[in-house]
């Protein structure tokens, strides 16, 4: 059984994985909405991940004989200005989700709970992965700009991004 202190962290990030989702599915709309298919599907698929990381949470709390709790989460934003808003604000996030699960394995490791601090390697490593691919897109927007033309060769690329089969997880 987890430690009350590591429950809370725990089910603090299963919502926090929800509202990820959110944000993403909402970004997603924003790029339909402007035109960027290829963007919202990129961000659809990624707010899918992230209901897969809520899960996968979720169900090691519930392995370790402690309630997984789902509680309430706030409304995700839904004004951006552009591409590169968007894109900066995924950035940002994904950095803010690294800083919490780097919080959640330091207390496991802290308290000792190996079983749980391994269980948190795999979202470490994501989280590496994510912020990687995520700069290398805040990277492209910023080198090529938000032309017509730049907007139609990123989305066409985040289109393919999005095509690309998913990694086992």
């Not at 090691?60 to 839904?78: C, F, H, I, S, W």
């Not at 968007?86 to 780097?102: P, R, S």
């Not at 700009?145 to 393919?160: F, M, T, V, W």
């Amino acid at each position: 059984m987890l430690s009350k202190k590591l429950a809370k962290k725990l089910n603090d990030q299963i919502n926090f994985e929800y509202y990820s989702s959110n944000v993403y599915l909402q970004m997603s709309a924003w790029a339909e909405f402007n035109a960027l298919p290829g963007t919202a599907a990129f961000l659809k698929k990624h707010a899918a991940e992230e209901l897969t990381h809520m899960h996968r949470i979720f169900n090691y709390v519930n392995e370790t004989g402690t309630l997984a709790l789902v509680g309430k989460m706030d409304a995700p934003p839904t004004e951006f200005k552009s591409i590169a808003e968007v894109f900066d604000e995924v950035l940002a996030h994904e950095k803010l989700v690294t800083k919490k699960i780097n919080d959640i394995t330091a207390t496991a490791w802290e308290e000792k709970d190996f079983a749980t601090f391994n269980f948190l390697q795999w979202f470490v490593d994501e989280q590496h992965e994510e912020e990687t691919l995520v700069q290398g897109i805040v990277d492209k927007i910023n080198l090529i700009g938000s032309d017509k033309r730049a907007l139609y060769l990123i989305d066409r690329e985040l289109a393919q991004m999005a095509a690309a089969p998913a990694e086992e997880e």
